[in-house]
């Protein structure tokens, strides 16, 4: 009888398991060189997309023009009016300028025959734009003085209805340029600086009580026509209003600070 040996264990190994494993290998191999260029070049563009990002980001904190300027508000109304009597005879002006901080400045200036300012008075609505401290006491002097680089030092302060207002001059110069008064007003609740000047006059000495009363009766017949949507700035002027004065009786009780307008004043240096 014959007799069958048994094929050798390895057999079934080599010629079934085997090349089933190289065929799998390959097929990972196959796949994975693919996926791994597809994961890279995902890699490379997630990698320029954050650098072009942080690109956009550094180029507008490069270029505050874009949101840092003052542009002229041609189409908004007038939110404030000044009665002046004693400039009757002057041309008025009334601009608005807007921030894109939310700030707002309504100016009015009265001009002469001569087109030169002889008054101004500026309404400031502070937004979220930043502020330098000293900054609106150097754009009074300078509306004060264009042609000149000099300073302000203190010249009193007068009654208003919105309280105690500080008067400036100019620092230096002949006795027509130290005619100018200016004058600054700073409320918290809300946000808002009154600022301004006015020349009337040349002779220092004997026209500056004209003066004083001059600024407060600008202030005493600034008038509100429009709050908009700001309830606190409606409040203001309605208690402003219950305060309203005299506008000479207003300038007396400034004659009694006649101490700040002596010839040792200090320098300002800073917000008032």
Request: aromatic share 6%.
């Amino acid at each position: 009888m014959h007799s069958f040996s048994a094929p050798p264990a390895n057999i079934h190994y080599t010629t079934g398991i085997h090349p089933a494993l190289f065929a799998f290998a390959d097929g990972v191999c196959g796949m994975l060189a693919p996926l791994s260029a597809y994961l890279m070049a995902l890699a490379l563009l997630a990698i320029g997309a954050i650098g072009a990002w942080e690109h956009l980001l550094d180029g507008t904190a490069m270029e505050p023009a874009d949101k840092g300027t003052w542009s002229l508000a041609d189409r908004s109304a007038r939110a404030f009016a000044a009665n002046q009597i004693d400039l009757h005879d002057k041309t008025e002006a009334y601009e608005i300028f807007r921030h894109p901080g939310g700030g707002r400045k309504d100016l009015l200036r009265w001009s002469g025959a001569d087109k030169k300012p002889v008054a101004e008075l500026e309404i400031y609505r502070g937004g979220d734009e930043p502020t330098q401290a000293g900054l609106a006491i150097a754009e009074i002097a300078a509306r004060m003085d264009p042609g000149g680089m000099r300073e302000l030092e203190a010249a009193g302060v007068i009654d208003s209805k919105f309280g105690t207002v500080t008067l400036l001059r100019l620092i230096g110069g002949g006795e027509p340029t130290r005619a100018c008064l200016g004058f600054i007003k700073r409320v918290n609740e809300p946000n808002l600086r009154i600022s301004g000047w006015s020349c009337q006059g040349n002779d220092l000495r004997e026209n500056m009580p004209a003066r004083r009363a001059a600024v407060s009766c600008m202030l005493n017949r600034l008038t509100l026509l429009s709050a908009g949507n700001d309830p606190k700035l409606a409040e203001l002027f309605a208690r402003a209003e219950l305060r309203r004065g005299d506008c000479v009786a207003s300038a007396v009780p400034a004659l009694s600070a006649d101490w700040l307008t002596g010839a040792g004043n200090p320098q300002l240096r800073g917000a008032l």
